[in-house]
């Protein structure tokens, strides 16, 4: 009866504990568990790579909380499709009392008159909306609808996790098709899977179907690549490769050279990464690595990301050349990198300490009155725009947090810095 049925479809959890690796959402104290037990659903965007559970989760939710389900997939659905499922959603909603749930499949692929498509009814309840997406919901989802969503991190399955699953949809194949395989090694599997689940158990059904009614019981990892090897991409950009090669593309920017950094990528352009990915990690570089060795490095970056956005593929592989290149061989400093880190950790430690009265502001008598920026010196008011004066809390002044770089443009910041605060430089 479910000859036609895929493995992985047959295999999809229908309860909270049959969802393998996101217990801190689905446990005991896990935020959707306790969700759908106070009956407290709010628009929710689950961000996560591929495989990992987020439509299952949406479905479960739907069970469970006892609301209709309507699912669209961004990449396929527009503006029209969407309101034609609101309307359908109010419809339900004035029958049932619940507002119905709007799972939106790749919510990261909705262009912005998309999403803001989806504001009204969200903001009126008409729908409970659930996003999907593999991408940072930061930069991929409107801010509007963001502000309006919860967003949830979905882990990537663990190597354990994924050899139980290997488990489970051997023990289901075998009993579907009254076979018995045994599964002797399962690090192939793993290896192809890059951490997708539905691809794992699409890969074993795979294989397995290759042997079945054969004499062949026990696969083995030569057994898994031989039927595997024509379908393995040379990088998959959802998968273990995904995080190994971007990087080798930011060690080699990093490291300065040019050539690694324009092979890395190749890799990833001819392996389909998304280019504002890739765009979004060279602007994180030039200011974690660069920065004020050479300030010039964020503009390029910058502008970078903002034309590969209007280009798009294929003239965009030049654009983002041209900047890997200029990045891998700028001067470099991380000493912008260091000196928030090292405030950061600094403020955490010591917590709120007050702000020294001559630098606050007194637009009131009463804060006039209480000396408030009584002793500032405005600097303009001296020889070179310059007047040595406290600018930390009194406990710290004399703390220090930024170290320039060993390079000729922070050479200069040093002797200027030098040059003024002779106690601390």
Known sequence: MNQNIPLAEKLRPKTLEDV???????????????MIENDT???????GPPGTGKTTLAEIISEKSGRTFFKLSAVSSGVKEVREVIEDAKKQNLFSG???????????????SQQDSLL??????????????????????????LSRSQVYVLKALSYEKLEELIDIALNRYNKDEREDFIIKDKQAFIQYSGGDGR??????????????NSEKK???????????QETMALYDKNGEQHYDIISAFIKSMRGSDPNGAVYWLARMIAGGEDIKFIARRMLILASEDIGLANPNALVIANNCFQAVNVIGNPEARIILSETAIYLAVSPKSNSAYMAINEALAFVKQTGN?????????????????LDYGK?????????????????LPDEIKDRKFYEPGNNSTEKKIYDELKKKWTSKY
């Open 353 to 369: 300490l007050p702000v020294p009265l001559h630098l606050r502001n007194a637009p009131t008598k009463l804060m006039k009155d």
């Open 218 to 228: 026990e696969i083995h990892d030569d057994d898994v690549l031989s039927v595997l």
């Open 199 to 212: 691809k794992l158990i699409n890969s074993v059904e795979l294989v397995l179907n290759q042997f079945k």
């Open 98 to 112: 619940k507002s119905p749930i709007l799972f939106i499949d790749e919510i990261h692929r909705f262009n912005k």
């Open 20 to 34: 393998l690796g996101q217990e801190h959402l689905t446990g005991e104290k896990g935020t959707i568990r306790k």
């Open 375 to 391: 002793e500032y010196k405005y600097a303009h008011s001296y020889n070179g725009n310059f007047v040595d004066q406290d600018f």
């Open 120 to 145: 009204h009814a969200v903001e009126k309840g008409w729908v409970v909306l659930i996003g999907a997406t593999t991408e940072n919901p930061s930069f991929e989802v409107v801010s509007a609808l």
């Open 41 to 47: 659903l709010n628009s929710l965007i689950f961000w």
